[in-house]
Antibody
Framework: EVQLVESGGGLVQPGGSLRLSCAASGFTVSSNYMNWVRQAPGEGLEWVSIIYSGGNTYYADSVKGRFTISRDNSKNTLYLQMNSLRVEDTAVYYC????????????????WGQGTLVTVSS | DIVMTQSPDSLAVSLGERATINCKSSQSVLYRSNNKDYLAWYQQKPGQPPKLLIYWASTRESGVPDRFSGSGSGTDFTLTISSLQAEDVAVYYCQQYYSTPYTFGQGTKLEIK
């Protein structure tokens, strides 16, 4: 069964750091495009970052220079290192798999984790 | 960035009736090379992650009931639920994956009238 399980969320003060993890099972993280998507309380979905199978990364302007997406192939796990956190980064963070329907092209997100809540507050 | 705009923001429909949600993109999400629209629809129920319903604007994901259908091309898209069931109460989002940054519509909250 294809599954994603996030962890690492919690309460952090503004300016602090946090690392989120997303453990995958049933497929290989490094063979897929993998994403982070966040959702502020009561709000809509905001795409945050992608890591391509080749290792290239891309970020939303709102997190560029502060967040870093990475993966550990030996652990089949995706990460999001979040530095210089702001109150507006408060959200549930989801990892999501690109379905890979067409090799080498962007695609929809066919598998999502349950999410991990990050709260940035003093 | 491609801006996705959904309408309406909320919708109340009677059980068994049709529900229609619209999504408009600020630029075309149609790839001429393969004639596919890079547009997906998701359903999100309270306390749950989004669930993929439709991809390539009109292809139903495996396991999704056939009362859900997607249509449109280029910049204008529609999600239709042909006969609303109680379990369809949720927030629905469209998303373009034509180019990064991927963007979502603001969501449409669907309720029972």
């Amino acid at each position: 069964e294809v599954q994603l399980v996030e962890s690492g969320g919690g309460l952090v003060q503004p300016g602090g750091s946090l690392r989120l993890s997303c453990a995958a099972s049933g497929f290989t993280v490094s063979s897929n495009y993998m994403n982070w998507v966040r959702q502020a309380p009561g709000e809509g979905l905001e795409w945050v970052s992608i890591i391509y199978s080749g290792g290239n990364t891309y970020y939303a302007d709102s997190v560029k220079g502060r967040f870093t997406i990475s993966r550990d192939n030996s652990k089949n796990t995706l990460y999001l290192q979040m530095n210089s956190l702001r109150v507006e980064d408060t959200a549930v963070y989801y990892c999501a798999r690109d379905s890979g329907r067409v090799r080498g092209e962007n695609s929809d997100f066919d598998c999502w984790g349950q999410g991990t809540l990050v709260t940035v507050s003093s | 960035d491609i801006v996705m705009t959904q309408s309406p923001d909320s919708l109340a429909v009677s059980l068994g009736e049709r529900a229609t949600i619209n999504c408009k993109s600020s630029q075309s999400v149609l790839y001429r090379s393969n004639n596919k629209d890079y547009l997906a629809w998701y359903q999100q129920k309270p306390g749950q992650p989004p669930k993929l319903l439709i991809y390539w604007a009109s292809t139903r994901e495996s396991g999704v009931p056939d009362r859900f259908s997607g249509s449109g091309s280029g910049t204008d898209f529609t999600l239709t639920i042909s006969s609303l069931q109680a379990e369809d109460v949720a927030v629905y989002y469209c998303q373009q994956y034509y180019s990064t940054p991927y963007t979502f519509g603001q969501g449409t909250k669907l309720e029972i009238k």
